[in-house]
């Protein structure tokens, strides 16, 4: 849904601004999604 929010806001701004939305939001998804990974990587091996 926050996708759909910085797209509104991407053609609200300025260019420059709404790219920069864009990145933090795509590396904060990414760096959430490998926490996630190596956090269920290590509990799996530990219980097992």
Request: glycine share 6%; aromatic share 18%.
């Amino acid at each position: 849904m926050s996708f759909l929010w910085l797209g509104a806001g991407y053609l609200t701004q300025n260019a420059n601004v709404g790219a920069y939305d864009l990145r933090i939001e795509f590396y904060a998804s990414t760096c959430n999604y490998l926490i996630y990974n190596t956090l269920k990587h290590l509990f799996s091996a530990r219980l097992l």
